[in-house]
T-cell receptor, first 113, second 115 residues
Framework: IAGITQAPTSQILAAGRRMTLRCTQD?????MYWYRQDLGLGLRLIHY???????GKGEVPDGYSVSRANTDDFPLTLASAVPSQTSVYFC????????????FGQGTRLTVV | AQSVTQLGSHVSVSEGALVLLRCNYS??????LFWYVQYPNQGLQLLLK??????LVKGINGFEAEFKKSETSFHLTKPSAHMSDAAEYFC?????????????FGKGTHLIIQP
């Protein structure tokens, strides 16, 4: 049982470079989410998708974009990375929006230098 | 808008002692409430959840939490701490009315178990 797979596990990225974090789920969940985790701040929602073909902005969307071409994949793109985007990124999914538990991937540790 | 407050960024207890991690929430609609645990270098794992019905909910690894509407609280407890309980714990709230997307998390409580 895979659940949610994130890639890469970790990455060091030069500032100004473009980067796509990959997320794939095999649970056929409708809703998917991207969070960033920073020490002392908990997890903050970046973007979400309630169903394939739709996306929305979360609490901290600036500098990030997402797409949801199909049910399983929800990539997160940093168009031009900045050091403040150094963080651990978690992808999650839930059966429906809002009212059911979310399942999380193992995270991607990104360092922007 | 929803919010979650976890009292204490670090909590230290002795092995075998009671674990109490505090969580207070604010929500304009009846909330769904969750506790997640995160072990080092891992993702988040659901411990327990409250949606409707019985206000005392039991989760994995001997943890339980009680939803108290009058106190807007959802504190997490375990009668006897074990060394393996050392981890980061997150309380989260979801909008049962579907008005918000995703979970709103507290800042987390790092649980330290003293031998």
């Amino acid at each position: 049982i895979a659940g949610i797979t994130q890639a890469p596990t970790s990455q060091i990225l030069a500032a100004g470079r473009r980067m796509t974090l990959r997320c794939t789920q095999d649970m056929r969940h409708n809703a998917m989410y991207w969070y960033r985790q920073d020490l002392g701040l908990g997890l903050r929602l970046i973007h979400y998708s309630n169903t394939a073909g739709t996306t929305g902005k979360g609490e901290v969307p600036d500098g990030y974009s997402v797409s949801r071409a199909n049910t399983d994949d929800f990539p997160l793109t940093l168009a031009s990375a900045v050091p403040s985007q150094t963080s651990v990124y978690f992808c999650a999914s839930s059966e429906t929006r809002g009212n059911t538990e979310a399942f999380f991937g193992q995270g991607t540790r990104l360092t922007v230098v | 808008a929803q919010s979650v407050t976890q009292l204490g960024s670090h909590v230290s207890v002795s092995e075998g002692a009671l674990v109490l991690l505090r969580c207070n929430y604010s929500s304009s609609v009846p909330p769904y409430l969750f506790w997640y645990v995160q072990y080092p270098n891992q993702g988040l794992q659901l411990l327990l959840k409250y949606t409707t019905g019985a206000t005392l909910v039991k989760g994995i690894n001997g943890f339980e939490a009680e939803f108290k509407k009058s106190e807007t609280s959802f504190h997490l407890t375990k009668p006897s701490a074990h060394m393996s309980d050392a981890a980061e714990y997150f309380c989260a709230v979801s909008d049962s009315g579907g008005g918000a997307d995703g979970l709103t998390f507290g800042k987390g409580t790092h649980l330290i178990i003293q031998p």
